[in-house]
């Protein structure tokens, strides 16, 4: 089955500043890549997803790249603002979403 | 628009107590449903899914299993509680099975 691994598990930054998030999967068959937000005690939001079709997608402040080849792909949140603190989830799918464990983002002011 | 609903919120039992979490689903036809659990510190972990009513697929072998008693609805049940069935759970939907999902507000249980 679909292995994803997600990394750093924290990443602490000062408001303003970038921050990225990486995600690796196993199964080339893979076809759809979304990532979530959760805030504590909430159900994840999705806010971002890209298709194996597309290299790279941009909403705003938040941008996310696909490498099929090497089987990887990131998010990157420019000028964070600390309400962009919270669990961001990356996940994988050909046919039900794998997640990764999660990346802790705490943005300070 | 569509809206997904879970309840109860929270929910403490007893160890070897039944328990029963609901989901329902609104403003869409023929979703896929979906079950996960999320332990504390961990990502989510895929239980059920179904594809339509009556029609349940289990990921994991475990102490729970699910029903699809009308369209919109999604049941996660259990005879007796463990321990480790400790979390908190999560119901999705979707149009397209394995693509983009909507998550609802969870369910925190917590077996004592």
């Known amino acids: 089955g679909e292995n994803v691994e997600q990394h750093p598990s924290t990443l602490s930054v000062q408001e303003g500043d970038s921050a990225v998030i990486k995600c690796t999967y196993s199964d080339s068959a893979s076809n759809y890549f979304p990532w979530y937000k959760q805030e504590l005690g909430k159900g994840p939001q999705l806010i971002i997803d890209?298709?194996?079709?597309?290299g790279e997608k941009k909403d705003q402040r938040i941008a996310v790249t696909l490498n099929k080849t090497a089987k990887h792909f990131s998010l990157h949140i420019t000028e964070t603002q600390p309400e962009d603190s919270a669990v961001y989830f990356c996940?994988?799918?050909?046919?039900?979403?794998?997640f990764g464990k999660g990346t802790m983002l705490l943005v300070s002011p | 628009s569509q809206t997904i609903h879970q309840w109860p919120a929270t929910l403490v039992q007893p160890v070897g107590s039944p328990l029963s979490l609901e989901c329902t689903v609104e403003g869409t036809s023929n979703p896929n449903l979906y079950w996960y659990r999320q332990a504390a510190g961990r990502g989510l972990q895929l239980l059920f899914y179904s594809v339509g009513i009556g029609q349940i697929s289990s990921e994991v072998p475990q102490n729970l299993s699910a029903s699809r008693p009308q369209d919109r609805q999604f049941i996660l049940s259990s005879k007796k509680l463990l321990l480790s069935d400790s979390g908190f759970y999560l119901c999705a939907w979707s149009v397209i099975l394995g693509d983009e999902q909507f998550f609802g507000p969870g369910t925190r249980l917590t077996v004592l």
């Open positions: 890209i298709r194996s079709n597309v």
């Open positions: 996940a994988a799918s050909y046919s039900t979403l794998t």
